[in-house]
């Protein structure tokens, strides 16, 4: 074993581009800090089997200690005693940030760059470039994503080329459907929207480099991979490095985060807080510490993103030792229900606390995934369901949100064109508190269906999601099985974090013998019944019948006999299973590339039989 960074075999000569040596020196640089990381992932799983066999709600912190890693108490974080970053101006306004990845899955570059293309060109403030939820990690999409965004930054000719195309096609559909084009001059277009990359998370290891024998952080990965390939031509464009970072859990960890910036800025001879970042709220022991990760961040930090799915996950990840919590259906959740509605109230309240130069901080709206694709009926009801959304956020305090789908942008971007402010950083709202009401209302259940409808939504959604993973697309357009053909019902963009709610809720309904609200017909089943694991078991197998009849353009012919076979025995043996795996993904990625069903049986019972063992979780490349 070797304390050496090992490439997979032929990415360095296959990537140059994306490897270049000062890539590859900064990787060096930041390799030691790996065995950090470790050691937090570990201290996750640690607190996460304490709770559960405690039945150990999550706490505040004690304001007397100080957050880890900084010199920061708890209780200066608290009331801003810290100095906040200063907001760069390419993010002072960002109405409308799109997301998704710089690549598709299995293309070559001219066709992978036409997602930037989509991007740039959409009119969108800004665009979170995808590394993690809504980016396949089959074959080197990782690098590919890369290589393209690297690319469409330098405005190679290539790029230039595909975007002029793309922007001929999206005038086409502008003018069928808003009766006017939405790109005058494609050039200027392309310097509109401040780019932004999504990082992926702590939790996940690359699939092209290992350290010392195992994993290597997808993080550090993806952190020098950006900023090293483009740091000076955005910089010499007169535009912010800006970074969204996931699935963060504690201030902890946020402070681990703050030393990897400062680390690369230090090796690329960058002043402290040059690099930005904002952090998605998706985990709820955030919601415990919000003021603490702006501190431990700072001068990096500018602001929180609400994500509704991984939130809603992570509730029922944290709460599954607790038998009366049972989520109900999945359409209830929004977030004006019970624990969502307080989790946003804390987060703008956490936003708005000025530090002690009087700065606040900025709150992204969550991500709204529909796509104006459909029959005239469907589309026009989705769309003012849309615009309601974004007009209930912005009412709420947001200064922007998030939408999956560069159709979507000149859709949503009214409702804050409209109320005509940059920003609304700095509007009154009440002091955060830490009592005990805070921390139950984190938790709060309120009385909605949960019905059989609901849980064949669960299971469809969840397969196809699995399905697609598999194939690469880890953001798909989705919807249950019972509405393919009907276009009064449209696609919604997923991505994985709709997987990782439908997995943990359908093991909540079956692990605490949830009680259905409705009778169903079709199965017998009447109000006050119990949703069983046979329940589940028969409606497993006609949701995935219902797949294997599906046409070509719902789930791909090519497909049935290979991966869909496998997204089945995860979401078999997630749910079954009494120990509840702590990721989805964990089980897709060790799971990626196989089309063998028995070679994947044999991988996922290798996963559940280790993590049940000691809570570790394999999340290297099993291919490397």
């Not at 998370?201 to 991979?225: C, E, K, M, Q, T």
């Not at 956490?350 to 796509?371: F, S, V, Y």
């Not at 859709?411 to 009154?428: S, Y």
């Not at 789930?555 to 079954?576: E, F, G, M």
């Amino acid at each position: 074993m070797t304390d050496a960074l090992e490439f997979r075999r032929g990415i360095l000569t296959t990537y140059p581009d994306v490897y270049t040596p000062e890539v590859l020196r900064a990787l060096e640089v930041l390799a030691p800090l790996d065995q950090r990381r470790r050691e937090l992932m570990a201290q996750r799983t640690a607190r996460r089997k304490r709770r559960h066999e405690r039945f150990e709600r999550i706490g505040f912190l004690d304001p007397a200690s100080l957050i880890p890693g900084t010199q920061i108490t708890v209780a200066d974080a608290r009331v801003g005693n810290f100095d906040g970053a200063v907001i760069p101006p390419d993010l002072q306004r960002q109405w409308i940030q799109g997301t998704g990845p710089a690549t598709k899955p299995r293309s070559d570059v001219r066709s992978g760059i036409r997602n930037v293309a989509y991007a740039l060109l959409s009119g969108a403030d800004g665009w979170m470039f995808d590394g993690e939820d809504a980016l396949g990690q089959v074959d080197t999409m990782s690098l590919d994503n890369h290589r393209n965004l690297k690319l469409a930054l330098a405005r190679d000719p290539l790029f230039l080329e595909v975007a002029e195309e793309v922007a001929d096609e999206m005038n086409r559909w502008a003018e069928g459907f808003f009766g006017h084009p939405i790109i005058a001059d494609w050039r200027r277009q392309l310097d509109f929207t401040t780019v932004l990359y999504r990082c992926r998370g702590l939790h996940l290891d690359d699939r092209h480099l290992r350290l010392g024998g195992h994993g290597f952080s997808a993080s550090i990965s993806d952190l020098v991979l950006f900023i090293v390939n483009n740091h000076r031509k955005l910089q010499a464009a007169g535009r912010s490095l800006v970074l969204y970072l996931p699935k963060l859990q504690t201030a902890e960890e946020a402070a681990y985060w703050n030393s990897l910036l400062l680390a690369l800025q230090d090796h690329l001879g960058l002043p402290a807080g040059t690099i930005k970042c904002y952090v998605l709220v998706e985990q709820i022991e955030q919601c415990f510490q919000l003021m603490e990760i702006r501190a431990a961040l700072s001068p990096h930090f500018v602001g929180f993103n609400t994500g509704r799915w991984d939130y809603i996950n992570s509730v029922s990840d944290a709460m599954a030792w607790d038998q009366a919590f049972v989520n109900p259906n999945i359409q209830s959740i929004t977030m004006t229900y019970g624990y969502m509605r307080t989790y946003e109230d804390r987060v703008r309240r956490a936003m708005n606390t000025p530090d002690r130069h009087g700065r606040c901080a900025l709150w992204q709206g969550g991500m709204e995934p529909n796509i104006p694709v459909g029959s005239e009926a469907g589309v026009s009801a989705s769309m003012k369901k849309a615009v309601a959304g974004a007009e209930r956020e912005q009412r709420e305090g947001a200064s922007g949100k998030w939408v999956a789908h560069w159709k979507m942008v000149h859709i949503v971007r009214p409702v804050w064109e409209k109320a005509g402010q940059a920003n609304q950083m700095g509007r009154a709202f009440p002091a955060l508190t830490y009592t005990a009401e805070d921390a139950a209302g984190l938790t709060q259940l309120e009385p909605a269906p949960r019905t059989i409808e609901g849980a064949r939504d669960l299971l469809s959604v969840a397969l196809q999601y699995g399905n697609a993973f598999l194939r690469g697309f880890q953001a798909a357009a989705l919807k249950p099985a019972d509405f393919f053909g009907n276009d009064d019902v449209l696609y919604l963009m997923e991505d994985m974090a709709t997987g990782e709610i439908r997995m943990s809720i359908l093991w909540e309904w079956i692990h605490k013998g949830a009680v259905l609200t409705e009778a169903d017909p079709a199965t017998g089943c009447a109000a006050g019944d119990a949703f069983t694991l046979p329940l589940f078991s028969r409606l497993l197998e006609e949701e995935y019948a219902k797949l294997r009849r599906a046409r070509n353009k719902d789930v791909h012919d090519d497909s049935k006999d290979t991966t869909l076979p496998i997204a089945k025995a995860i979401v078999r043996t997630y749910v079954q299973s009494d120990v509840k795996p702590p990721w989805y993904v964990d089980l897709l990625n060790i799971d990626l590339g196989l089309d063998d069903l028995s070679s994947a049986e044999a991988r996922i019972a290798r996963f559940l039989e280790t993590f049940k063992k000691d809570g570790t979780r394999i999340t290297e490349n099993l291919d490397f």
